[in-house]
Nanobody, 116 residues
């Protein structure tokens, strides 16, 4: 499985961005998908996860501002980010889990920079 993330960029505080992550290869094996982020000097942290069904979870820091969604037909997961804050600045990574083996795949990361 290969994950290709896109949609990052530079935006002013209060602005919006939409990230996309498309899975290819043996994408039929994927169950949960999601987004993590890593800011400079910090550990990678969970942003949002979505199951192959309807289960969704968010980090407290993004609740009410970010929305994760998924297009199962196209094996794509999205992250709509609104009301962005400078502290949202990080490299955002897409993640997918193999339903059968539990193996976790990572995308290459996309930079999100929020200026104050």
């Amino acid at each position: 499985v290969q994950l290709q993330a896109s949609g990052g960029g530079l935006v002013q505080a209060g602005g919006s961005l939409r990230l996309s992550c498309a899975a290819s290869g043996s994408a039929f094996s994927i169950s949960g998908m999601g987004w993590y982020r890593q800011a400079p000097g910090k550990q990678r942290e969970l942003v949002a996860l979505i199951s192959s069904g309807t289960s969704i979870m968010y980090a407290d820091s993004v609740k009410g501002r970010f929305t994760i969604s998924r297009d199962n037909a196209n094996n794509t997961v999205y992250l709509q980010m609104n009301s962005l804050k400078p502290e949202d600045t990080a490299v955002y990574y897409c993640r997918a889990r193999n339903a059968r083996t539990g193996y976790v795949y990572w995308g290459q990361g996309t930079q999100v920079t929020v200026s104050s």
